[in-house]
């Protein structure tokens, strides 16, 4: 039974094939006009690797930022709003919150459907739900003949309360369905169905202006590995971690903003648990950027809403954070004489200078490259050439170490700080901010990139030790075969946390258990493999953010309130005990469990647990030391080894400085740790 997890990213598309404990890691360089070109070619060259025939392969999943990239790039559908009237400008009069309240440099990016095309018809429901004012169907009807002669592809449906009762916005959803067959209609009843209009509006046009050209994408996905003779139908990770099938990605493809990142971050809480590390921060750094996360107690952090791209979005989504950092992030001189790496990036073509394709920028990789860390004698991925380091010298002298007046190994050390000080910065952020001391926690550093600065970044923040899974650079794509297929149902409840709010909670919470068990019988008739988790966003009263709060069912009002402290406190730093709480949202999470793979144990045999050569390599900018390389496919359980060392494998290159030693666990992943530290770390 053969397994296939798939990662597209900006730079590379990676591809892990599972045949029962056989993993078989690839990369390819991705194809971002054409993404489903990248992942065809590489299920023939991985599959040509395992000498599998496509008729063997049982399962597909997939893990995309494509719709991020349309909303970056703004490269999505020709895009409308039909909206209740008086509501029209909702999209532009937004939040009165600012991401920097002195800086007014920042703007926000523009509405995805042009005020032109935001056309308003007479509709009311109260705050309950009870009709006010009947639907126009006349008004949706000349709306979707103005919206023709345009050349609307996408319409989005946001009616005021509509999450109470989503009967208008049904019945304008069947009139413009039939009136213009070919536009993708997005309704937020079935998107976003939670209160709150402008982020409810946002993330169903969001989901409208990616629909076309995402349906376009999975349409020549499925062509092209039905082509191949695979025949089984693929999943979709959605931003929350979990799968879902291609039919619903194509329905709500807003969903897979972080599908790529959250396989990964979740790969990595399994990985770490199992390897007896429940406190950990993940980063990922790819080609392009690096994705972030904190992992407390072996549990991922969920958020209800996160920016993408400068535009809400509120579903489901692992708490991710993503700076412009990676192994192709362009290194530059600012006019006031400042080093800069990032955010912009090389991408897949030309790509960094190193790869002799005709990149001119100087790059991290490059920078790597240049102090030895990188062996110029073996590519980055299956089949490529030598990586060609006199073009990377010349592209960091060019471009760094001639306009700073500095040597080559010195801009090629100053890269890798710049770089590792972002890096660094962020995660403290997402680190300290929520009360978590780095001293006491694990890093998880993969990515193609990742292992290559991983100790570097622990320095930077006194975290004394790191976490490097096998085939670290397809660690998302692992994930992909780590997951489960899930899926969350949300009602609105807005009421106060007394005897009557909570009966309508319990009442909210009995509609949608019922439909996660349909939900659930569809996925797999084993209920022994049925999971349902319950959540409920509240706050103070008078706040304007939730906190999520877990409950079990038959859990009591004052239980609930004391978990509800509690999680605020941790959230938060602080509870208001005397303070009413309001409940505003219930949510269920159904999980079809029994479909993920996890980590197995190494066979104790096999391994040389020897260094086959050395090379000179820079640390400090100025001298070059013998440093040991090992093959990590030669080195087993228990092996230890003593920086400096470099540790090759065919998906990323780890780096143990000097002063750190790693060890291999019984799950094949190094650990590396500071010595001769004063850190402290609780596991």
């Known amino acids: 039974m053969i397994r296939i997890g798939i990662d597209v990213g900006g730079t590379f598309t990676d591809l ?42 049982s399962w597909i999943g997939h893990g995309t930022t494509v719709a991020t990239n349309m909303a970056i790039e703004r490269t999505g559908a020709k895009t409308a709003l039909v909206t209740t009237k008086g509501f029209r400008d909702v999209l532009e009069i937004g939040r009165q919150t600012r991401p920097n309240l002195y800086d007014y440099r920042i703007t926000r990016p523009p509405p995805l459907a042009a005020r032109r095309y935001r056309i308003e018809v007479a509709e009311r429901l109260n705050e309950e739900g009870s009709v006010l004012i009947p639907l126009d169907k006349t008004a949706v009807e000349d709306a979707s003949s103005s919206f023709s002669k345009a050349g609307i592809e996408a319409v989005a449906v946001v009616f005021l309360h509509s999450y109470r009762n989503p009967t208008h916005e049904k019945h304008a959803v069947d009139i413009l369905k039939r009136l213009l067959p070919h536009a993708f209609i997005s309704c937020s009843v079935e998107v976003s169905p939670e209160f709150r209009e402008f982020e409810r509006t946002s993330t169903t046009v969001l989901n409208a202006f990616v629909g076309p050209r995402m349906s376009s994408y999975f349409k020549d996905f499925r062509r092209r590995i039905t082509d191949l003779g695979i025949k089984v139908e693929p999943y979709i990770v959605h931003s929350g971690g979990g799968l879902m099938t291609l039919q619903t990605a194509e329905h709500i493809p807003v969903r897979t903003c972080l599908s790529g990142p959250a396989a990964g971050v979740a790969a990595a809480a399994t990985i770490a648990l199992k390897a007896g590390f429940p406190n950990i921060a993940t980063f990922d750094v790819g080609g392009t950027s690096t994705d972030i996360a904190l992992i407390t107690n ?33 290194a530059q001189v600012d006019d006031a004489g400042g080093l800069t790496v990032g955010p912009k990036s090389s991408g897949a073509n030309p790509g960094p200078a190193a790869y002799g394709l005709g990149g001119k920028g100087a790059t991290l990789t490059d920078a790597n490259l240049i102090l030895g860390r990188l062996d110029p004698n073996s590519g980055l991925v299956e089949g490529t050439t030598k990586l060609d380091l006199e073009a990377a010298e010349s592209a960091l002298s060019e471009n760094v170490a001639i306009p700073l007046d500095i040597t080559l190994e010195k801009a090629a050390a100053g890269v890798l700080a710049v770089a590792t000080a972002n890096i660094a910065r962020a995660i403290r952020s997402a680190t300290s901010e929520r009360g978590h001391d780095l001293r006491e926690m694990a890093l998880v550093a993969y990515g193609g990139a990742g292992p290559l600065l991983a100790a570097d970044v622990a320095h930077e ?41 909570w009966e309508s909670t319990e009442t909210a919470f009995s509609r949608m258990t019922k439909s996660a068990k349909g939900w659930l019988n569809n996925q797999t008739p084993d209920q022994t493999r049925h999971k349902i988790s319950r959540i409920i966003e509240a706050r103070y009263l008078g706040q304007g953010f939730e906190a999520a709060t877990e409950t079990r069912e038959g859990d009591t009002l004052s239980e609930f309130i004391e978990r509800f402290h509690k999680t605020h406190h941790t959230e938060h730093g602080y509870e208001i005990r005397s303070r009413k709480v309001e409940i505003v949202n219930c949510r269920v999470i159904a999980t079809a469990t029994g479909f993920k793979s996890n980590p197995s144990h190494l066979n104790k045999s096999g391994f040389s647990n020897y260094s086959t050569e050395t090379r000179k390599v820079c640390f400090d900018g100025q001298t070059r030391i013998d440093t040991s390389i090992y093959e990590r496919s030669k080195i087993g359980p228990s092996t230890d080894i003593i920086g400096p060392a470099i540790v090759t494998e065919k998906t990323a290159t780890t780096v143990i400085p000097p002063a750190w030693r790693a060890e291999v666990d019984a799950y094949g992943n190094l650990i590396l740790r500071v010595m001769n530290s004063n850190f402290s770390l609780n596991r």
């Open 16 to 57: 892990t094939l599972l045949n029962g404990n056989q993993a078989i890691h690839h990369k390819t360089p991705s194809t971002p006009e054409e993404p489903a070109r990248a992942i065809e070619k590489g299920l023939q060259e991985i599959m040509e690797l395992a000498a599998a025939k496509p008729e063997e392969v």
């Open 461 to 501: 923040c006194g975290c004394p030790v790191v976490i490097i899974p096998p085939a670290p650079g397809t660690l998302c794509a692992r994930g992909i075969l780590m997951s489960d297929p899930t899926t969350d149902f949300v009602e609105t409840v807005l009421a106060p946390a007394d005897d009557n709010g």
């Open 298 to 330: 072996g549990t991922i952090r969920i958020a209800a809403e996160r920016e993408v791209a400068g535009y809400p979005v509120r579903t489901p989504s692992l708490d991710i954070a993503v700076i412009g950092a990676g192994g192709g992030s362009l």
